[in-house]
């Protein structure tokens, strides 16, 4: 994340595109259809929101693709202060999108990927087959699921109509987040190992005491 970053500061706004769809989650075509009354800004401390209510596909601006995509995405301050540095340079002209043209109008995503992804990760050195936005996407609820975030939460954040399927399209990684949890627990597990007498514990006087009324 940080090489491609770096890259793509070399040509702004792309780093800007790259750094919210990182730090939100939100799919491609829904990052293009933004716009500056979508930015809920919070109290400059505790970070804000993104509302999402519309995407773009193909050209066109759509409703999202489920009822559930319609939703408000908690994003970190950290992202809304170089959103508010973002604004400055690019100042909301037409229909106030995001990410626009001179004209005012919203960047084409399939434009964009080709003539300004593309180059960025290639010049990283990540050109993988199949990688782009989504693939921020992906890392991004990897990243929640890691951190420990309740899988509800994460589900709400990406739009996913259930927690299953959240669940199923990952598995993979809560496979690997809880192997990690256990192997933890091990390690607590071999380091409590040591004889002592339980009764003489602090702790265990205290349950004791609970236990006996006190």
Known sequence: MAELLKTAEASPPDDTIIKLTAYSGLRRGEVFALRWPDVEWGNGRDGGRLHVRQSIYQGAITTPKTEDSDRA????????????????????IGEGYLFRTPQGTPVDPDTWHKEHMVPILEKAKLRLPMTGLHSLRHSYISQLIALGEDTRYIADQVGHSTTQLTENLYAHVFKKVRTEAMRRLGAVMRSN??????????SNREDQGALNGG
């Open 73 to 92: 995405v908690d994003v970190p301050q950290e992202l809304l202060d170089d959103l508010k540095v973002y604004e400055i340079m690019y100042p909301p």
């Open 193 to 202: 190992r040591n004889p002592t007498d339980p009764r003489g514990t602090a």
